[in-house]
């Protein structure tokens, strides 16, 4: 049990375009769900923290018009990177938390800005 | 605030031979701490956790860590190593009295096993 998904695992774009990627606990309900960004060879960093129903808490440093997200159900949130540039090519990762319990993270989605 | 650090960037180790990837933390309140698994192209996988019980915690595929207070460490160890357990191993800390549950990761160690 307590499988996180995303989509899509990988994608390229072109510079200016906006991505959304997708964040699902398939067999559980992540009251919260993380979303995280790895450079190569680098730790995960914490981006945002959202609650289903309200708005997320994005950390500092992280541009909260720039990275988008939405988490309308106990199931799905979504990550949208606007008007990507090259900078923001990285592997992006999300997790989901039942209450009290320890986070379950996806397999990553990796994002490449052309 | 809290803060892990990763004493080695990268282990190497023979088949066969024990595994040692060292881990101390810094924390102003009761910390949870993690061990996590990650295989190229996979997602990250919980090796075991620490949260007040037992301090020295049992992990899955024969992982285990020892949390000291007074060293302020939680390296994880196994006995013997095998080829599948070369990845990237992070350790984790979660403030649990300030209600943050976000987690800080460490830099990572990543783990090689020679043949």
């Known amino acids: 049990g307590a499988v996180v998904s995303q989509h899509p695992s990988r994608v390229i774009c072109k510079s200016g375009t906006s991505v959304k990627i997708e964040c699902r606990s398939l067999?559980?309900?992540?009251?919260?769900m993380f979303w995280y960004r790895q450079f190569p060879k680098q730790s995960l960093m914490l981006m945002a923290t959202?609650?289903?129903?309200?708005?997320?808490?994005?950390e500092q440093g992280v541009e909260k018009d720039k990275f988008l997200i939405n988490h309308a159900s106990l199931t799905l949130s979504t990550l949208t990177v606007t008007s990507a540039h090259p900078e923001d090519s990285s592997f992006y990762i999300c997790?989901?938390?039942?209450?009290?319990?320890?986070?379950?993270f996806g397999p990553g989605t990796r994002l490449l800005v052309l | 605030a809290q803060s892990v650090t990763q004493l080695d960037s990268h282990v190497s180790v023979s088949e066969g031979t024990p595994v040692l990837l060292r881990c101390n933390y810094s924390?102003?309140?009761?910390?949870?701490l993690f061990w996590y698994v990650q295989h190229p192209n996979k997602g990250l996988q919980l090796l075991l956790k620490?949260?007040?019980?037992?301090?020295l915690v049992k992990g899955i595929n024969g992982f285990e860590a020892e949390f000291k207070k007074s060293e302020t460490s939680f390296h994880l160890t196994k006995p013997s190593a095998h080829m599948s357990d070369a990845a990237e191993y992070f350790c984790?800390?979660?403030?649990?009295?300030?209600?943050?549950?976000?987690?800080?990761f460490g830099s990572g160690t990543r783990l090689q096993v020679q043949p």
């Open positions: 997790s989901g938390e039942r209450i009290g319990e320890t986070q379950y």
């Open positions: 067999d559980f309900q992540a009251t919260t």
């Open positions: 959202s609650n289903e129903g309200s708005k997320a808490t994005y």
């Open positions: 924390s102003s309140y009761s910390p949870s």
């Open positions: 620490y949260t007040s019980a037992a301090t």
């Open positions: 984790v800390v979660s403030d649990r009295d300030t209600g943050r549950r976000a987690l800080t």
